[in-house]
């Protein structure tokens, strides 16, 4: 039985998971997430979606109302699994009078991580962190961003198979976001797997293998990056001229037209050069042809306002020029 749940390629993978708090708030209602071996996945959605949630579960730190499943191949709870998972709680209060030195020390030093082990991996963290200059700073002069980098090195003094990190970039300026982002990779490279909550989509767009998007307690979509975007995409034809002699060829071409720019939906060359042949036979001037890919933001806020992009319904070759 223990080498069966052992084989399971999965790092994460939690079935059912519902949760209902002060038996009104809803705050879990069925959800399923996967997360591969040495995958950065991003639990991305608006605040309030259940993101923390889960990841309390997770944790055991919040107690699910139902829930199946595994992480790194053992139930939810087994403590040899939990100690081999790294931690960032969401808006985290450390103790201010430890300074960033000992708060490292303190906490792996409750989990267990014997005493040698600190002692090397307390500096390299903070250097690695950028805090080294720091080190023997209070944590209560810190700024946000040095809290969450010490956060991060916190989270990582157990040298961990699995990092859970819940808005690791909550406060941190641009500089400090590039550099944890960084890290992330660094540490997809070293094998192990990271699992990231964020309400940011544009910045996780570029470091999460797979991600899913949970709104008001339900996974509303779930994949890799290309799967969720390569059937959303649309050609942007920009011109100059009056067209609208046009518009009913155009629109009957299945494009729009508005403000000197038609739109085509999905990846259709035929039509491209339809609409292209249309605005020539006007000698209207054709400033730029742009194939233009939905972003995650994009896919995201679709998401949220519950209307379609339209989906391209057979998957093709990257459009020449991206
Ligand atoms: N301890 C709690 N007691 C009651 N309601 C809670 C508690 N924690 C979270 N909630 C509610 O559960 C929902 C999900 O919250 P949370 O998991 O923190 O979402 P997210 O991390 O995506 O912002 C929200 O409606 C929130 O108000
Ligand atoms: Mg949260």
């Known amino acids: 039985m223990v080498g069966v749940t052992e084989m399971t390629n999965w790092a994460v993978d ?12 809803q705050a879990l209602r069925g959800v399923n997430v996967q997360v591969g071996r040495g995958e950065i996945f991003g639990l991305l959605g608006p605040n309030g979606a259940g993101k923390s949630t889960l990841v ?35 808006n985290h209060r450390f103790p201010g009078y430890l300074t960033g030195a ?20 307390a500096p390299r963290l903070l250097e690695r962190l950028g805090l080294s200059r720091w080190a023997n700073m209070r944590v209560r002069e ?37 550099e944890i982002r960084e890290l992330l990779v660094e540490m997809k490279q070293s094998g ?4 990231l909550n964020s309400h940011l989509l544009s910045e996780l767009e570029m470091v999460c293998d797979r991600v899913a998007i949970l709104v008001g307690g339900m996974v509303a979509r779930q994949g890799t990056l290309s799967e969720l975007t390569e059937h959303t995409i649309e ?25 000197g720019e038609i739109t085509i939906a999905g990846h259709d060359s035929g039509k491209v050069n339809r609409v292209i042949d249309l605005l020539r ?33 057979v998957p093709v070759a990257r459009p020449v020029g991206e």
């Open 56 to 90: 309390k579960i997770m944790m055991t730190v919040v107690r699910a109302d139902h829930v199946l499943g595994t992480i790194l191949g053992r139930p939810i709870g087994n403590r040899g699994k939990l100690a081999r998972i790294g931690y960032l709680p969401e």
């Open 235 to 259: 050609y942007r034809i920009s011109f100059t001229g009056d067209a609208s002699a046009l518009r009913g060829d155009i629109e009957s071409v299945g494009a729009t037209i508005a403000d």
């Open 142 to 178: 810190y700024s946000k961003g040095m809290m969450q980098r010490l956060g991060l090195a916190q989270a990582l003094m157990n040298d961990p198979d699995l990092l859970i990190l819940d808005e690791p970039t909550d406060g941190v300026d641009p500089v400090g976001r590039r």
């Open 281 to 313: 036979s006007k000698n209207l001037q054709i400033e730029s042809v742009e194939p233009h890919r939905f972003s995650l933001e994009d896919i995201f806020v679709e998401t949220m306002e519950g209307t379609a992009i339209t989906p391209e319904a």
């Open 192 to 195: 192990k797997t990271v699992f």
């Open 14 to 25: 939690l079935i059912d998971v519902r949760k209902t708090y002060r038996k009104t708030v």
């Open 102 to 121: 000992q708060l490292l020390d303190h906490y792996a030093a409750l989990a267990k991580v014997p005493r040698p082990r600190r002692r090397e991996s």
